[in-house]
């Protein structure tokens, strides 16, 4: 069963909250991608919903969630909600599954909040950012191309995206319905504050020091194989700092995986066992 409820966020701005299953088995706390929303994570609930609780939120901006300033959107406020939506709804432990900013909201919780963490899925994204993918996010996240229908938005998609790992005419489609919606003009437009990419013009911080706050975190990281976001340098990086971390390569995905494909959907069902 999947119920949507929306909490108040310290400032009083409407937080939605999605939250599938049930159950005492250890909880899923997913954080979407910077731009994306808790339903990139049906599926995951589909599969590993039985027996426990997943809980997914749309950031202040994006999907249901109320709209608001550009300084409203930095990630040190996204962090905030994140740790006030788990005591709202009492999530007080979990495994966290984060893909892109997401995960990098997964490595603040392990300074912030290091008790709330049974363990840390890191979905194509670590402490080095690629450069040629963070342009491509700063060009996606800023546009709204104001789609005529569904199979447009899914063909833009598709010339945007081409590394994802999305094949047929449906998949895009799919996807599309979870990055654009009809608006009062009748064409499609993003799910998010396309301002939101004014906060990419931050300089990236040192994130090491965040990864290493997972130091004690049983980990997983999924990497797309094609990804320009998570590049492989980082990754060796990585694993040399955490010999026991977990890594799944989607050889044909780029960022991010959608945690479908067989060496994702494996390596989490491990994972969580």
């Known amino acids: 069963m999947t119920q949507g409820h929306d909490i108040t966020a310290w400032d009083g701005l409407s937080v939605r909250v999605t939250e599938w299953g049930g159950g005492s088995g250890m909880p899923l706390l ?68 984060g893909t892109s900013f997401g995960g990098l909201l997964a490595m603040a919780l392990g300074a912030a909040r290091p008790g709330l963490l049974a363990g840390v899925v ?3 994204v670590g402490p080095e950012i690629g450069t040629a993918g963070t342009d491509l996010v700063r060009r996606f996240v800023a546009e709204d191309p104001a789609l005529p229908d569904l199979d447009a938005a899914g063909a833009h998609l598709r010339r945007f995206l081409p590394d994802l790992s999305l094949h047929s005419d449906a998949e895009w489609r799919e996807f599309a319905a979870l990055t654009y919606a009809p608006g009062p003009d009748g064409r499609w437009h993003p799910l998010w504050d396309t301002r939101i990419a004014r906060t990419l013009a931050a300089k990236v911080p040192d994130l090491w020091p965040l990864f290493g706050a997972l130091a004690q975190v049983p980990l997983l990281l999924v990497h797309g194989g094609r990804s320009t976001l998570l590049l492989a340098a980082t990754v060796a990086r990585m694993r040399a700092a955490r010999p026991d971390m977990a890594v799944a390569t989607v050889p044909e995905s780029g960022h991010a995986p959608t945690l479908a494909e067989p060496e994702a959907v494996a390596a989490l069902a491990d994972f969580l066992r």
């Not at 406020?77 to 432990?93: E, F, I, P, S, W």
């Open 30 to 97: 997913c954080l979407p991608g910077l731009v994306r929303t808790a339903g990139d994570f049906a599926a995951v609930a589909a599969r590993h919903g039985a027996g426990r609780r997943v809980v997914a939120l749309d950031y202040i901006g994006r999907g249901a969630s109320a709209r608001a300033s550009v300084a409203r959107y930095a990630p040190e406020a996204m962090l905030r909600d994140v740790m006030d939506v788990c005591a709202a709804v009492h999530l007080h432990r979990a495994v966290v599954i």
């Open 122 to 124: 890191l979905n194509d």
